[in-house]
């Protein structure tokens, strides 16, 4: 099951179970739309994988599976990053 992680690990913007903006990978390294897809160009940092949009769990199963409240802000070295993203962007992540 999903954790449901409550913020950004980038930036460390909230993203509560309700948010349309929460981005996820295979891993469930959790990034804001912004950080995912603009700083990161859709290249995980941890991992190399892709993101997808994390749904949000209904209201009454929110209720008796809640969301996680364990915060992970560990912001990335951009010009590492860079480099990372700039050699996976274009690979289809099938093939990464």
């Known amino acids: 099951m999903l954790e449901l992680r409550p913020n950004c690990e980038h930036c460390n913007k909230d993203l509560p179970n309700t948010s349309t903006e929460a981005m996820i990978c295979?891993?469930?390294c959790t990034y804001c739309r912004t950080c995912a897809l603009e700083i990161f160009d859709d290249v995980c940092p941890s991992c190399n994988g892709n993101f997808t949009e994390r749904p949000?769990?209904?209201?009454?199963?929110i209720k008796k599976y809640p969301a996680s409240k364990k915060r992970i802000y560990e912001p990335k070295d951009l010009v590492k990053n860079n480099l990372i993203s700039k050699l996976f962007k274009n690979i289809n992540p099938l093939e990464r």
């Open 56 to 61: 949000i769990r209904p209201k009454e199963m």
């Open 26 to 28: 295979s891993f469930e």
